[in-house]
């Protein structure tokens, strides 16, 4: 009953559509088994299924729908990967430059051996200090260093091992190449974001964030299960992390990105090929996120994917990169993990069985 209702709702306001039948199928069945949040689905051409299933909101309620803005969590690192290889094309930013070269105070012994493709595709070497400091201090979150403090603080230990010998998901790095960026552009990264992505292909709900994402207007309020008043379940983003996991934005607004991405229409061929290139091959790992080959539908398909999640958010994009079939799933509600990607595959295989 749950789910016939939130579907027949969900069809008079006008924020689900499907020609993909299969999909409403799966979708549907997720929603009764506890997903709330955000589908859509897109066949390369345009968006073949769309729904949102749940509340943004509570107290008052505010239905969810494709338009709702969701923190993205490590989705936030590909965004910042498109930027730099943006300022890249611009003669601004080297990927093979030492971080050095644009911060002449950085550590010496660091700074001349750790490139920005190191920072990049966590291989640098530099310490993950930052969720250190998170763990054993939570009121770490509540900070407000400018970027130059954060990088002393959380970003500047000796190197725990050579550059590019191994990986180490580390969002110090984030850090680092937040202090490159504003020092070599003179510029916030928030106005970068703004001038490169969001104003240009008018993604009317997205942008940078810090502080708490559910008190931002617009956006979900995340949850530890069902939404109420007493399960809220958000976490604090402090300013200087915001290039690790401060990039929010909807459903609809990813599928723009991608689109524009992927058609040309960001970066040039070369740079995309560049930003999608895997660096370490054991984690699928390029720049900022990761190139995957996954079977589907009968078929070996090579897929830009990422996956982002903190607290109660989790956002998923997967892009076939030779004919734009697209999954988005954005949920605020703690789903599990390894559901999503069984719903990520199920809907990927389905957009291709609707277009045989």
Known sequence: ??????????????????????????????????????????????????????????????????????????????????VVMRLVEQGILSLDQPVSHYLP??????????????????????????????????????????????????????LAFEPGTQWDYSHSNWIVLKGVIERATGRSYDDLVRSFLTEPLALRH???????????????????????????????LPPFMTLAGGYYTSADDMLSLLDALFSGRILKA?????????????????LGGRTKVLEVAGK??????????????RVLAWRVIDDGHTVVLMNHTSYDHMKIGDLATALLGASYEESR
């Open 1 to 82: 009953m749950r789910t016939f209702i939130a579907s027949l709702l969900l069809l008079l306001s006008g924020s689900a559509a499907a020609t993909c039948g299969s999909c409403q199928v799966i979708a549907d069945k997720a929603a009764a088994g506890g997903f709330d949040g955000v589908v859509l689905v897109s066949d390369g051409q345009g968006s073949v299924f769309r729904a949102a299933y749940g509340k943004a909101r509570v107290a008052p309620d505010v239905a969810l729908d494709t338009a709702t803005a969701f923190p993205t969590g490590s989705f936030s690192k590909w965004v910042t990967s498109i």
């Open 206 to 236: 997205s942008g940078v964030f810090s502080g708490m994402p559910g008190d931002i207007p617009g956006m979900a309020t995340g949850f530890k299960g069902a939404p109420s008043t007493t399960s809220r379940l958000d976490k604090k």
């Open 300 to 313: 070996p398909r090579t897929v830009a994917w990422e996956y982002g999640s903190d607290g109660a958010y």
């Open 270 to 286: 070369e740079s995309v090929r560049t930003l999608m290139r895997v660096v370490r091959p054991q984690q699928s790992y390029a």
């Open 105 to 158: 105070d950085y550590p010496k012994a660091s700074g001349d051996k750790v490139t920005l493709l190191h920072l990049l595709t966590h291989s640098s070497g530099i310490p993950n200090d930052i969720d250190k400091a998170i763990k054993s201090d939570p009121a770490t979150r509540d900070l407000t260093l400018n970027t130059a403090i954060a990088i002393h603080r959380f970003a500047s230990s000796p």
